[in-house]
């Protein structure tokens, strides 16, 4: 498989963030980002952000610098977000989460925290997902998924080569999600990044447990979505998936 190299470029020399201070113009630090990030430089997660490597209404992405010069991914969630208003949906119903305080400050800390437990449930569970570092407040490490420095790029931007392979391989990774007691909730291609290892899913934080009263329904859009997606190659041959309309098993993760 070729590999699906992101065609951002490296920012130049003089755009890059100053390496001795946090790049404070983006609108996405205060203090609470600020005393997070300096937590994660004290136990060696991360020396420098290098720059954006993913900008979103919620939360923009980072590619990092470790203390070994390896890199890593950092997501940090804007906690002045419109978007928080419609999180709380996804965490209803979810005991791990039951304590959380309900002004938008502690609705983001808890959804870093849930995309954080997400992504080590699932990493667990074998799907291809990044395997998660560590949290605080409203910022989340985890591997960086690229090459030679650059991102992957997103199924959206560079489409697929074999599309009958790349559908079944995210739709038994759908499906470990869900005997892993996870639905991920909003399944596209605008989140699953093409890389020399097959399709990763991305943006967990959403997913939701199988005990949500619209799992199901989460569960048969996310499958609909991705064949939807899939079935505009002309040389894709999967049938479209018949809705479910029970949940079954209603299995819990284990609390962590």
Avoid at 66 to 86: C, I, N, Q, T, W
Avoid at 217 to 237: A, G, M, V
Wanted: charged content about 35%; aromatic content about 10%; glycine content about 8%.
């Amino acid at each position: 498989m070729a590999l699906r190299q992101s065609k951002k470029k490296r920012p130049r020399r003089e755009d890059k963030q100053d390496k001795e201070s946090w790049p404070l113009e983006e609108g996405v630090f205060d203090r609470n980002s600020l005393i997070a990030l300096d937590r994660f430089r004290g136990k060696g997660i991360v020396r420098t952000l290098d720059y954006c490597i993913a900008e979103g209404k919620e939360a923009n992405v980072y590619r990092a610098t470790k203390e070994d010069g390896s890199f890593v991914a950092v997501k940090m969630y804007r906690l002045r977000s419109p978007s928080f208003v419609h999180m709380g949906q996804y965490i209803e119903g979810d005991r791990r989460f039951s304590k959380i305080k309900g002004n938008s400050q502690g609705l983001i800390f808890a959804w870093t925290q849930k995309e954080y437990r997400n992504l080590e449930l699932l990493h667990d569970a074998g799907v291809r997902v990044p395997d998660p570092i560590a949290f605080k407040a409203n910022i989340l490490a985890m591997e960086f998924l690229g090459v030679d420095g650059l991102p992957y790029s997103r199924l959206v931007e560079v489409g697929s080569e074999d599309p009958n392979r790349d559908y079944d391989l995210i739709r038994a990774d759908v499906k470990k999600m869900r005997e892993a007691g996870l639905v991920h909730g909003d399944l596209s291609e605008f989140n699953i990044l093409m890389t020399d290892k097959g399709p990763y899913i991305i943006d967990c934080g959403q997913a939701v447990l199988l005990t949500h009263p619209r799992a199901l329904e989460f569960y048969n859009r996310d499958l609909r979505t991705l064949w939807k997606y899939f079935s505009k190659y002309p040389d894709f041959d999967r049938p479209e998936p018949v809705a479910e309309e029970s949940e079954g098993k209603n299995k819990e993760p284990e609390n962590k």
